[in-house]
């Protein structure tokens, strides 16, 4: 199957910065990415999704001027969480789509901020 | 509005067959999915079910779909202790959208 990277795995960081998660397709064009947070066993919650070249569309509940997401290319898309608090710490996933219509998920960025 | 449950928990010995359940609500639902998550990792895709198919296999898995329901089981054959994780049922309902997830089903294979 297609291939979804994210970088970094796990980050630390102190209350008050930001941290950029990158997400992607390393063999495909992902014309659409979808990012996701899990808290410890819990499921996956949509945050947003994002098509290239345009704005990303935010689910209900999520800041859009906190969780900053970028989508230039049909293989890069960016999040990032401005001004981290505690409560930002979570596990970040994030998915491409391609032709295909199926949906490829990344390994997951580890967010904490202390 | 769209919801996806399933059962929090199942133990079974090595050897046995697993079945981990899922009742999803949106009947407009076009494809469903089964994903496994090890401790620590992303999702890992294992099979996925057209909404026009009954059943589909594939190896020890066998996925069976009742529409009329919405019920959705994943049948895992000679479970084995490398099968224990979290299992997630997800359903999609247009194309392109984004997939809507179940809570997951903790699988703990005993040997």
């Known amino acids: 199957g297609a291939v979804v990277s994210q970088h970094p795995s796990w980050v630390i960081c102190k209350s008050g910065t930001s941290v950029k998660i990158e997400c992607r397709s390393l063999?495909?064009?992902?014309?659409?990415m979808f990012w996701y947070r899990q808290f410890p066993k819990q499921s996956l919650m949509l945050m947003a999704t994002?098509?290239?070249?345009?704005?990303?569309?935010?689910e209900q509940g999520v800041e859009k001027d906190k969780f900053l997401i970028n989508h230039a290319s049909l293989t890069l898309s960016t999040l990032t969480v401005t001004s981290a608090h505690p409560e930002d710490s979570s596990f970040y996933i994030c998915?491409?789509?391609?032709?295909?219509?199926?949906?490829?998920f990344g390994p997951g960025t580890r967010l904490t901020v202390l | 509005g769209e919801d996806v449950e399933q059962s929090l928990f199942l133990s079974v010995r090595e050897g046995d067959s697993s079945v981990i359940n899922c009742t999803y609500t949106?009947?407009?639902?076009?494809?469903l999915y089964w994903y496994k998550q090890e401790p620590g990792a992303g999702l890992q895709l294992l099979t996925y079910?057209?909404?026009?198919?009954d059943m589909k296999q594939d190896q020890r898995l066998t996925v069976l779909l009742n529409k009329k329901d919405k019920h959705l089981s994943l049948r895992i054959a000679d479970t084995q202790t490398g099968d224990s994780a979290i299992y997630f049922c997800?359903?999609?309902?247009?194309?392109?959208?984004?997939?809507?997830f179940g809570k997951g089903t903790t699988l703990s294979v005993s040997s």
């Open positions: 997800a359903e999609r309902a247009q194309a392109g959208t984004a997939l809507i």
């Open positions: 079910i057209f909404s026009n198919m």
């Open positions: 994002s098509n290239e070249g345009s704005k990303a569309t935010y």
């Open positions: 949106d009947s407009s639902s076009t494809y």
């Open positions: 998915s491409g789509r391609g032709d295909t219509d199926t949906q490829y």
């Open positions: 063999d495909f064009q992902a014309t659409t």
